[in-house]
């Protein structure tokens, strides 16, 4: 009898810590949301969901979890720019748009060690510093966007722009949170 009361205590504790995870990542992003009308606490939720680690982080954690999952975001767009899975239409096939390219990778590069510094300031907990560092992030991701619009192309790289942003934001917000 007495093992069956532990194995239902130790159920019910288990299902408490979940639930109170789960409310860790939500209220930590509708508590950005709150702060910053621009995060999308959906999509932050998601991004956390999915994020290794991040389920069981506080507040800081998930600050440095968003300059982390930033990292990735702008990895994946310079791997994706430099293998030719994304190319630029129409008329991707130019010099303008290649040389866009280019300046494409290299932005989303610096957007990478924009996100890497941050997640470095938020270790030190010198979170204005992490704030400046992501806050950088929107100035990068344009620079790829008007270059190819110079170039006479549509950006093919609208999801990374969006997402970098996003999570730029998100990182910003949850750091403010942060004393």
């Known amino acids: ?5 532990l194995t239902i205590a130790v159920a019910v504790l288990a299902v408490a810590a979940a639930a109170a995870t789960e409310a860790t990542i939500e209220s930590t992003c509708a508590a950005a949301a709150r702060g910053d009308g621009r995060v999308d606490a959906r999509f932050c939720a998601r991004q956390f969901a999915a994020y290794h680690g991040a389920a069981e982080a506080d507040e800081w954690g998930l600050a440095k979890a968003a300059a982390l999952i930033g990292v990735n975001l ?28 280019d300046a494409c990778a290299r932005a989303y590069d610096a957007v990478g060690l924009a996100f890497a510094e941050a997640a470095d300031e938020l270790a030190a907990r010198r979170y204005a510093a992490a704030r400046k560092e992501m806050a950088r992030v929107a100035a990068l991701v ?27 934001i998100i990182g910003i917000a949850i750091a403010g949170l942060l004393k």
Do not use: E, T
């Open 74 to 101: 702008a990895d994946d767009a310079v791997f994706d720019i430099g293998s030719g899975k994304i190319r630029p239409s129409p008329g991707g096939g130019g010099a303008k748009a290649k040389a866009a390219m």
């Open 142 to 168: 344009r620079r790829c966007d008007g270059g190819l619009a110079g170039a006479g192309v549509r950006s093919p790289l609208p999801r990374y722009s969006a997402d970098c942003q996003q999570i730029a």
């Open 1 to 5: 009898m007495k093992a069956s009361s």
